[in-house]
C-alpha cells in the first residue's frame, strides 16, 4: 500500500478483555516498531522488528503485551487482560532500514478501555 | 527517563512571525535527530532532519539547527501559518539500539 495501515481506528474495550491491533506496513520495509502515546505524553517505544531477526521488546511494559509479524510484513500488537492504563494510541511505524533515517507512521488505534 | 525534552508544552505565534521550538536531549550518543509534525488523529509525519556532523539544515520555511556542546536542537518556521498548527516531536536516533527517541511534543498554534 502507499502507507502504513492500522486497525482499528478506534477500539473500546472492557477491563480485563483482550484486545488486537493490527499493522501492514509499507511495501519493502524490513523495518517496523509499535509505540504508543498516552494522554499528554510522548511517544513511547514498545517493540521492533527488523526482517526475520528476534525482535527487540525492550520497551514492553508489562508481560500482558505481545507482538508478532509474520512472514517480515503484517504486525499484530496483543494485550491480554487489559487494564485502563493502557488506554492510549497505538501507533505502528516502519523503515526501510533499522535505524538511522525517518519512520512512516499510520494514523494509530486509539485504545480506550472501560 | 526521557532523554529528549521538550520543555514548552505549548506555542502561540502570529501568523508571518518566526516560531522557534526547542529541544534538548540528554544522551551524547545521539548522532541523528528529526523533527515530526502531529496532527490531531493522524499519524506524526517526517519534517526535517539533522546529523550530528552539522549544525543547520534549512528546507523551505523549516530550519533545524544542532548545538552539540549545549546538546540542544531548535526548530525555526518562518513564515508561520494557521496551517503550521499542530504538535511537533522532538527525535533522536543513538548510534547505538534500535528505537528512536521522542520528546513529549509542542503544540505550536499559528493565529491570523
Known amino acids: 500500500g502507499a502507507g502504513v495501515s492500522q486497525s482499528p481506528s478506534n477500539k473500546v474495550t472492557e477491563k480485563g478483555k483482550d484486545v488486537e491491533l493490527r499493522c501492514d506496513p509499507i511495501?519493502?520495509?524490513?523495518?517496523l516498531y509499535w509505540y504508543r502515546q498516552s494522554l499528554g505524553q510522548g511517544l513511547e517505544f514498545l517493540i521492533y522488528f527488523q526482517g526475520n531477526s528476534a525482535p527487540d521488546k525492550s520497551g514492553l511494559p508489562s508481560d500482558r503485551f505481545s507482538a508478532e509479524r509474520t512472514g517480515g510484513s503484517v504486525s499484530t500488537l496483543t494485550i491480554q487482560r487489559t487494564q485502563q492504563e493502557d488506554s492510549a494510541v497505538y501507533l505502528c511505524?516502519?523503515?526501510?532500514?533499522?535505524?538511522?533515517?525517518?519512520?512512516?507512521f499510520g494514523s494509530g488505534t486509539q485504545l480506550s478501555v472501560l | 527517563d526521557q532523554q529528549v525534552k521538550q520543555n514548552s508544552p505549548s506555542l502561540s505565534v502570529q501568523e508571518g512571525r518566526i516560531s522557534i521550538l526547542n529541544c534538548d536531549y540528554t544522551n551524547s550518543m545521539f548522532d541523528y535527530f528529526l523533527w515530526y509534525k502531529k496532527y490531531p488523529a493522524e499519524g506524526p509525519t517526517f519534517l526535517i532532519s539533522i546529523s550530528s556532523i552539522k549544525d543547520k539544515n534549512e528546507d523551505g520555511r523549516f530550519t533545524v539547527f544542532l548545538n552539540k556542546s549545549a546538546k540542544h536542537l531548535s526548530l525555526h518556521i518562518v513564515p508561520s501559518q494557521p496551517g503550521d498548527s499542530a504538535v511537533y516531536f522532538c527525535a533522536a536516533w543513538s548510534n547505538s539500539g534500535y528505537a528512536l527517541n521522542f520528546g513529549k511534543g509542542t503544540s505550536l498554534l499559528v493565529t491570523p
Open positions: 511505524a516502519s523503515s526501510f532500514r533499522a535505524r538511522g533515517e525517518k519512520l512512516f
Open positions: 511495501s519493502g520495509h524490513t523495518a
